[in-house]
């Protein structure tokens, strides 16, 4: 009998335990299922209202402490039937996306384009990973990361920001995030 209640015990606490945890370390869980996709974000991140951003905004989160540190979600609308490989290899989609961030931007910024690259989930849905620095007109540099897909008719942008000094910190979980991203 006491072992029987010791067992439920050990049971009940580690369904308790495992309810509270997130799953990857320093990392939570976002889903849209209206908009189909989801994410992982850092642990101590917010959603920010996007009333007023820019078009095609329909996620933002940032740091409450490093308050520059932020992630987006983009959706832009490309041609029927349009794939990511046909925008083209990783690279030229990587340079078009810059080419277009720097003429929005005024070319108030320079941008530093370092990696590309393509990764597919086990439903052969295919990302492009891209990498680049930004250097803003107040001289502050910030690190990026994005991951683009094609679903549904739809061009999807999860983006990932950081002051340059704190890349090295924040490195690792932020390609966590930047991978788990995926479009349905």
């Known amino acids: 009998m006491l072992k029987s209640f010791f067992v439920s015990?050990?049971?009940?606490l580690?369904?308790?335990?495992?309810?509270?945890?997130t799953g990857v370390s320093g990392l939570q869980s976002y889903v849209d299922s209206v908009q189909g996709y989801e994410?992982?974000?850092p642990n101590g991140w917010v959603q920010?209202?996007?009333?007023?951003?820019?078009?095609g905004v329909d996620a933002i989160f940032r740091d409450i402490v490093e308050r520059t540190e932020n992630?987006?979600?983009?959706?832009?609308?490309?041609?029927?039937?349009?794939?990511?490989?046909?925008?083209?290899?990783?690279?030229?989609?990587?340079?078009r996306f810059l080419k277009k961030a720097n003429?929005?931007?005024?070319?108030?910024?320079?941008?530093?384009?370092?990696?590309a690259d393509s990764q597919t989930d086990k439903n052969n849905q295919t990302y492009y990973i891209l990498e680049y620095e930004v250097e803003l007109p107040n001289g502050q540099e910030r690190h990026n990361l994005a991951s683009i897909a094609v679903s549904r008719g739809k061009l999807f942008t999860f983006n990932l920001?950081?002051?340059?000094?704190?890349?090295?910190?924040v490195e690792n979980l932020f390609k966590t995030a930047v991978s788990s991203f995926r479009v349905y």
Do not use: H
């Not at 015990?9 to 009940?12: K, N, S």
């Not at 580690?14 to 945890?21: A, E, K, V």
């Not at 979600?73 to 490309?78: C, E, L, R, Y």
């Open 9 to 12: 015990v050990l049971i009940i």
């Open 14 to 21: 580690s369904l308790c335990l495992y309810g509270c945890s």
């Open 39 to 41: 994410f992982l974000y």
């Open 48 to 55: 920010v209202e996007v009333k007023n951003s820019s078009e």
């Open 71 to 95: 992630l987006s979600v983009v959706i832009s609308s490309i041609r029927e039937g349009e794939s990511l490989e046909d925008l083209g290899t990783p690279s030229e989609v990587g340079y």
């Open 103 to 115: 003429q929005e931007a005024r070319n108030t910024r320079k941008t530093e384009f370092i990696s």
């Open 161 to 169: 920001s950081t002051r340059e000094p704190r890349w090295t910190k």
